[in-house]
């Protein structure tokens, strides 16, 4: 059962494009997180958000939680050949931490 | 480098044949678990342990069995490998109520022909 569903699946753009990835769940979630996967690698966190409407940025990468912890949305700005990769959301639900990975958004920037 | 080992990096079975994934982290973390990841599927946790001498199931259990006798130490094992269980395992990390969230091993690709 795949709690999250992350669209678009695949991303292909131009140095300098902006963008926008969705994590979606029917769920509520008690946090969510963004990781970064690169080949041959494990994935790497990028942001915890844990309350509803919560946005971060870091750098050109903003985040946001929905108001009702269900969904979540990452916007890329001016897109660069260094942030390809496959982004991952993931969300936990109680005190043990397990993560429900989404599906992975792979994108690629080309210069 | 502090983190999280896995060993073997790769790896390539017989049907039947059974192994041990080994995964090593120098955190002091209490938590750790095992994922396996497929294409268009994300990660899928397989066990996990809240502390040593604990395990639990996860979401894709069969087949599978870990043991964590040791803090630093969680061990997977395939007791007779079946070509379902080709795929790219990941060990993680995590400390509760830590806001770093997990750290994970490099992976170990399985292939089981």
């Known amino acids: 059962t795949q709690l999250l569903e992350q669209s678009p699946q695949f991303l292909s753009i131009q140095e300098g494009e902006n963008l926008t990835v969705y994590c979606n769940s029917s769920?509520?979630?008690?946090?969510l997180q963004w990781y970064r996967q690169e080949p041959g690698e494990g994935p790497v966190l990028l942001v915890t958000?844990?309350?509803?409407?919560e946005v971060k940025k870091l750098k050109r990468l903003t985040f946001q939680f929905g108001d009702a912890r269900k969904d979540s949305s990452l916007h890329i700005t001016a897109a660069q050949p260094g942030d390809t990769g496959l982004y991952l959301c993931?969300?936990?639900?109680?005190?043990?931490?397990?993560?429900?990975f989404g599906t992975g958004t792979r994108l690629l920037v080309s210069p | 480098n502090a983190g999280v080992t896995q060993t073997p990096k790769f790896r390539v079975l017989k049907t039947g044949q059974s192994m041990t994934l080994l995964c090593a982290q120098d955190?002091?973390?209490?938590?750790m678990y095992w994922y396996r990841q497929d294409p268009g599927m994300g990660l899928r946790l397989i066990h996990y342990?809240?502390?040593?001498?604990?395990?639990a199931k996860g979401e894709v259990p069969d087949g599978y069995n870990v043991s964590r006798l040791k803090k630093q130490n969680f061990l997977l094992g395939l007791e007779s490998a079946a070509p379902s269980q080709t795929s790219v395992y990941f060990c993680?990390?995590?400390?509760?109520?830590?806001?770093?969230?997990?750290?994970f091993g490099s992976g170990t690709r399985l292939t089981v022909v």
């Open positions: 993680a990390s995590s400390y509760p109520g830590s806001p770093y969230g997990y750290t």
């Open positions: 769920s509520v979630f008690s946090s």
């Open positions: 958000v844990v309350t509803g409407g």
């Open positions: 993931a969300g936990t639900k109680d005190s043990f931490q397990k993560l429900v």
């Open positions: 955190m002091n973390h209490e938590y």
């Open positions: 342990s809240v502390g040593e001498g604990t395990t």
